[in-house]
């Protein structure tokens, strides 16, 4: 390492759940962290953002219980999740608009006694279609669903022999709102990890968590406080411009004219942002390759806000046969008769400008539930890269937490990692590019 370059310092590019995870999991074990972030706030694509003065996120997230690592960081920092986030058993209930109602409970039982007494109980499904969904649990509990080369999920379900009901009210919304890529496209591999985790560990894993606050008091607010304390340092509206190598080690990067030293850094970027930064690095060739052939789909959130009196009786439910998704009651979160509807991937909805959205999503809304009163006011959000497309191989194209380059670290949600595009997997890949740098 060049003789001028501090070597336990860190930049860590990026301020999303990723890079604060690494900031804060280093910032404990000593290291001098410098965060630049290129926007205004911390949060990156799980942010706090206002409607009608009220705070709310850029996007509705749900966590399931299975998400370990986040709940470990929140630990860590003393964030109580009882205060923050509302936690309660598996319980969907899928509905068509005015039609037929599918509803899956687990019960407080041991793994798999939870799964498969859940499924015999569920309703609206024949008898064929739990015993098909039966032995597809039992083979995902043993392990035993693998084929060799990656195939869709649709694929999957087809040799998984599920019916047309499962494959509709259970697989495919469930597939969407996980990857968020459309069952024809996703990767059954890592379709397949996300059951596994959620259904065959640990009934507590299957748990719907909403955040009971906003996303930036949940991770963002507490952690930059804990870097600061620590004196770490938080830059933002900091966009990085370049890395300075110099023979394949890391000496620091640039915004601008302003240069940063440190003898590590850390681009907790999404693919689309870390490209532009290592594509000119020959030794960076191959991740820059594969970077480039990440695909991204969108996420579209609608607040409706309605009268307070407004209350489903579940807190999350989901449409079938809408452009509405998943429908959200912001009740957890002492926002009664906020809704948050969730659009999760691609589809026509998408060149509907937001009067049209706003019209359709309220149409659905008055058709599925008509004795709501109308809506005061609509919100909607809009994430074109919401998340990389999760398909069929992405396995492959992910790369490793460390770089061929020395103390060039890459963490984000696209990182190799057991899941898709989630806070778990950004949290994940921050907390262990943290730990290879304090194994370095
Ligand atoms: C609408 C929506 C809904 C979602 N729903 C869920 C859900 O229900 N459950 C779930 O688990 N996950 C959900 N996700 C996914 C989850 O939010 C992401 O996987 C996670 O936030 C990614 O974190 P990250 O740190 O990897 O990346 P990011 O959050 O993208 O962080 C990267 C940061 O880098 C900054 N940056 C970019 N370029 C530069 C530069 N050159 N210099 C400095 N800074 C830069 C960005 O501004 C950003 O803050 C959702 C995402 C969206 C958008």
Redesign the pocket.
């Known amino acids: 390492m060049p003789n001028d370059t501090p070597k336990k310092s860190v930049i860590v ?7 604060l995870t690494c900031a804060t999991e280093l910032a404990r074990q000593g290291y001098e962290i410098t965060l ?4 205004r706030q ?5 942010r706090r953002v206002a409607f009608d003065k009220q705070p709310v996120d ?6 399931i219980g299975a ?1 370990r690592e986040t709940f470990s960081i929140l630990k860590k920092l003393n964030i109580s999740t009882t205060e923050t986030l509302d936690r309660r058993p598996l319980d969907l209930l899928f509905q068509y608009c005015g039609g037929k109602k599918f509803n899956l409970q687990l019960p407080a039982l041991l793994t798999p006694l939870n799964l498969f007494i859940g499924l015999l109980k569920a309703k609206g499904f024949s008898a064929k279609d739990k015993w098909r969904a039966l032995i597809f649990g039992s083979k995902l509990f043993s392990n035993s669903v693998f084929y060799e080369n990656d195939i869709s999920v649709s694929e999957l379900l087809k040799k998984e022999k599920q019916t047309e009901n499962n494959i509709k009210a259970l697989w495919e919304p469930i597939c969407l ?1 996980s990857l ?1 890529t459309p069952i024809d496209e996703a990767s059954a591999r890592v379709f397949v990890r996300v059951l596994h985790d959620t259904f065959c560990r640990s009934h507590k894993d299957a748990d719907i968590i909403i955040p009971k606050v906003d996303l930036g008091s949940i991770l963002p607010d507490p952690a930059s406080e804990f870097i600061e304390k620590h004196s770490g340092i938080i830059h933002l509206s ?4 370049e890395i300075n190598i110099n023979q394949r080690h890391v000496t620091g990067v640039r ?1 601008d004219k302003d240069v940063y030293k440190a003898g590590h850094v850390v681009l ?3 693919p689309h ?1 870390c490209l532009p ?1 290592i594509k000119d690095h020959p030794a960076l060739h191959d991740i820059a390759y594969n970077l480039n052939s990440f695909s991204y789909n969108p ?1 579209v ?1 609608a607040y409706v806000k309605y009268p307070a009196s407004v209350r489903p009786n579940l807190p999350i439910q989901a449409l079938l046969g809408t452009t509405s998704q998943w429908i959200v009651s912001r009740d957890v979160a002492g926002q009664a008769g906020l809704i948050a509807v ?1 659009i999760s991937g691609p589809g026509p909805h998408m060149q509907l400008d937001n009067e049209q959205l706003a019209s359709t999503i309220q149409s659905e809304l008055a058709n599925c539930f008509p004795h709501w009163p109308q809506a005061d006011d609509i919100k909607i ?1 809009r ?1 074109k890269r ?2 990389y497309s999760c398909r069929v191989g992405i396995d492959l194209l992910r790369p490793n937490n460390k770089t061929r380059i020395n103390g060039l670290w890459l ?4 990182t190799k990692s057991f899941y898709p ?6 949290v994940l ?2 907390k262990h590019t943290a730990e290879l740098i304090n194994q370095h």
Request: hydrophobic share 45%; aromatic share 6%.
């Open positions: 590019v990026g301020g999303g759940w990723a890079g630049l972030e290129s926007a911390l949060g990156g694509r799980a850029n996007g509705q997230h749900i966590l998400y709102a968020n900091k966009r990085v411009t915004c907790a970027l999404p942002a930064l996420i959130t969730v959000i994430e919401a998340t963490a984000g949600d696209y595009a989630t806070i778990e997997s950004a890949s921050g």
